[in-house]
Every structure is written in C-alpha cells, then in structure tokens.
C-alpha cells in the first residue's frame, strides 16, 4: 500500500458524459501528478499540482481539468467523454525538495461506453 | 525531448533464473533520476529501484540491480533468483532533476513471464 488513495476504483460511463476521479496525497505529500494509462499510448504524464497550484501540463487534453485544495487531495475532471478516454488513470504524489520518488495509488478504471 | 525505449515487449525466464530487462533513454541533462517500475496483474505501480545519475554505484535492492551505464545512456535491470511474484509489466522511467516540472517519462513497458 502506497498511501495514496484514488476513488472510484472502477467507473462506467457513455460517451458526452462528465466524471470526476479523486485522489488522496500521501500524508506530508504536497504534491500530486496525474497520469493515463492506454494501451496505444502507454503511461502518459497528464498535469502536476504542487500545494494547490499548477506546477506542470502534460499530454492532458481541453476537455480535461483538473485542481488541488487546500487539503491536498485533488480531482480530475474528464468531460465530453469519448471512447477513446477510457484508459487506467493513476494518481500519483511526492514531496517536492524532499524526495523525489512518486508513489503511485491504485488508479481508477475509466470505461467509456 | 526526453525519450525512454524499452527494446523487448515480452521476456520469459524460468523460475530461480536471472534476467536482464533492457532501457536506454535520450536526454541532454545531466542531473536526473531513472527508475524501474513494476506493474502486476492488479495494475499497482510499484517502485523497484531508483538511480541517480550523479550516482557512479549502481543501486541494489535485494534481488534487484541495475547496471547504469550514463554514457551509453543505458539502465538495464537484473532480478536474480526470479520468482512467481515477479510476473508483471516492468516500466523503465526517467525524471530530470533540473526541471521545474517533476513529471516521468515512462517507456512503453516489458512484460515479463516467469516459467514454473
């Protein structure tokens, strides 16, 4: 166990829909990453939130969104949603200028219908 | 831009065996962390070994090792007396410390069987 939670762990939705996929930092961890695992694009860095700001974007698409509060959890926010999202979308969180490793949560299933 | 290529889709190993899982990436900084990541059938992303480039020894964890080779740009990884739990997608990935950004670039994965 990393530490780091990540709710739904599974979720089933059509195409056109909004979802929202949450994330527990580790304690102490003031920052979370986003990432979405596919099986043609493999692991793909989506957005980095540092203490509640934005720190750095990836490959994360206009239809997504994502932000950290003040308690450190963050959420993501996938809309418009296409067959081509579903994907295994990890969390993962470190502490930045303490330690460098990520410690990833268990990831939440995203099925698009 | 920073890139990671893992070279062998699938490796098998028979149990107790040793095997060498290969990565080279690409990357004009000097300061950086590379990693190996393992990936079981429960889909969990867990940290095996970490290595830091200003690092010339290479890192050990138990039956994990890794041969870093910085010129050559190469970071393979060694698991000796390999068991049943070790059957997983194993991901090689690379940090840059010198960025702002804090994100990893994984490669595109070895899956590796363990033959009873």
């Known amino acids: 166990d990393s530490g780091v939670t990540q709710t739904p762990k599974h979720l089933i939705t059509a195409t056109g829909q909004r979802v929202t996929l949450r994330c527990s930092p580790r304690?102490?961890?003031?920052?979370v990453y986003w990432y979405q695992q596919s099986l043609d694009q493999g692991l793909q860095f989506l957005i980095q939130?540092?203490?509640?700001?934005?720190?750095a974007k990836g490959n994360i698409l206009e239809r997504f969104s994502a932000q950290q509060f003040p308690d450190l959890h963050s959420e993501l926010n996938l809309s418009s949603l296409e067959l081509g999202d579903s994907a295994l979308y990890f969390c993962?969180?470190?502490?930045?200028?303490?330690?460098?490793?990520?410690?990833f949560g268990p990831g939440t299933r995203l099925t698009v219908l | 831009a920073q890139t990671v290529t893992q070279s062998q889709p699938e490796m098998s190993v028979q149990e107790a065996e040793t095997v060498t899982l290969s990565c080279t990436y690409d990357?004009?900084?000097?300061?950086?962390?590379l990693f190996w990541y393992k990936q079981p059938p429960s889909r969990q992303m867990i940290l095996v070994i970490r290595?830091?480039?200003?690092?010339?020894q290479n890192a050990t964890e138990n039956r994990f090792s890794v041969n870093f080779q910085k010129a050559a740009k190469s970071f393979s990884l060694k698991i000796s007396d390999s068991q049943l739990g070790d059957a997983a997608m194993y991901f090689c990935?690379?940090?840059?410390?010198?960025?702002?950004?804090?994100?990893?670039?994984f490669g595109k994965g070895t899956r590796l069987h363990i033959l009873p």
């Open positions: 290595q830091e480039a200003y690092k010339q």
């Open positions: 939130y540092y203490n509640g700001e934005e720190r």
């Open positions: 993962a969180s470190s502490v930045v200028g303490t330690t460098d490793t990520q410690y």
């Open positions: 990357t004009s900084e000097s300061d950086y962390y």
């Open positions: 304690s102490g961890d003031l920052s």
């Open positions: 990935a690379y940090r840059c410390r010198a960025n702002r950004d804090d994100k990893i670039i």
